[in-house]
């Protein structure tokens, strides 16, 4: 049976007061300004992650081999792989800043390295998360052990054998 609810005497519904930052964990974007432009830096979703693989591949892979070799993985290690693939990074902040690759190669260095230092906190862990499954599927790979073949000898006849008698 249905009841009255008395407003004054039962809980208030639970504050939406840390949906914002649950929201920033989930999707976080960076506000930042280069060039004369105000950008949001955004982190890609699922779908444009897929789309973007091929770019983001070269990235993965060197973030791979310095995590999977125990080599460093500080900020500016990792500027020094973001820098040999530069036009896939140019390409990449441009879809996560909502600008094109040519208003990026416009900008000074000073812009320019706050807009991948922007960049890399908002997609950081996307690229982080990519090596982890990679480091995963790795250490899976590695732990299974292949499934012995079959006999050969269960299938074979065993020589000297004597014929099985007819029934007549």
């Known amino acids: 049976m249905a009841r009255k609810v008395n407003a004054s005497t039962d809980k208030a519904p639970p504050s939406n007061e840390g949906g914002a930052s649950d929201l920033a964990v989930l999707h976080p974007e960076r506000n930042v300004t280069v060039g004369g432009r105000a950008l949001v830096v955004r982190e890609y979703g699922f779908i ?44 990449l902040v441009a879809v996560a800043s909502d600008t094109t690759p040519a208003f990026i190669r416009t900008l000074n260095a000073t812009d320019g390295a706050l807009l991948l230092l922007v960049w890399w906190g908002a997609n950081g862990n996307f690229f982080v998360q990519a090596v982890i499954r990679r480091l995963e599927m790795a250490r899976l790979s590695a732990g299974r052990k292949s499934t012995p073949s079959s006999s050969d000898t269960a299938s074979e006849i065993p020589q000297g054998s004597a014929d099985t008698p007819s029934v007549s």
Do not use: N
Not at 62 to 75: D, K, P, Q, V
């Open 48 to 91: 444009e992650g897929l789309q973007l693989r091929t770019l983001y591949a070269p990235l993965v892979d060197g973030l791979f081999e310095r995590t999977h070799t125990g080599a460093r993985t500080e900020y500016e290690d990792i500027a020094d792989l973001l820098a040999a693939h530069v036009d896939q990074v140019v390409e």
